[in-house]
């Protein structure tokens, strides 16, 4: 089992950048695929980018290519998500998610979900 803990989150203006971060503890977190879903009210809960064990692979929704990046740093158990030429349509609770399966985008795939952090963005 992990525990995950999301971190960073605020308010920022339109074109503006933020980092959020997720700190694991529990079982070794190198072994879990990692993601990034955010859910804005009155929708679902989709996924931005995902990560695979190592760090080698990743996917992005369309909505953030060229955005956002994920990364984690497996010696330090974090995991993170720069978000650059932020948008008001992103505006959402963003959730981190652990995965034993690896690299996946289908929030069915996650097991373990931290609380989130919101994220606004004034236009």
């Known amino acids: 089992q992990v525990q995950l803990v999301e971190s960073g989150g605020g308010l920022v203006q339109a074109g503006g950048s933020l980092r959020i971060s997720c700190a694991a503890s529990?079982?070794?977190?190198?072994?879990?695929?990692m993601g990034w879903f955010r859910q804005a009210p009155g929708k679902e809960r989709d996924c931005v980018a995902a990560?695979?064990?190592?760090?080698?692979?990743?996917y992005y929704a369309d909505s953030v290519k060229g955005r956002f990046t994920i990364s984690r740093d497996n010696a330090k158990n974090t995991l993170y998500l720069q978000m650059n030429s932020l948008k008001p349509e992103d505006t959402a609770v963003y959730y981190c998610a652990a995965s034993i399966y690896g690299l996946r985008y289908i929030r069915s795939a996650y097991d373990y979900w931290g609380q989130g952090t919101q994220v606004t963005v004034s236009s």
């Open positions: 529990g079982r070794t977190f190198s072994s879990y695929g």
């Open positions: 990560i695979s064990w190592g760090g080698a692979n990743t």
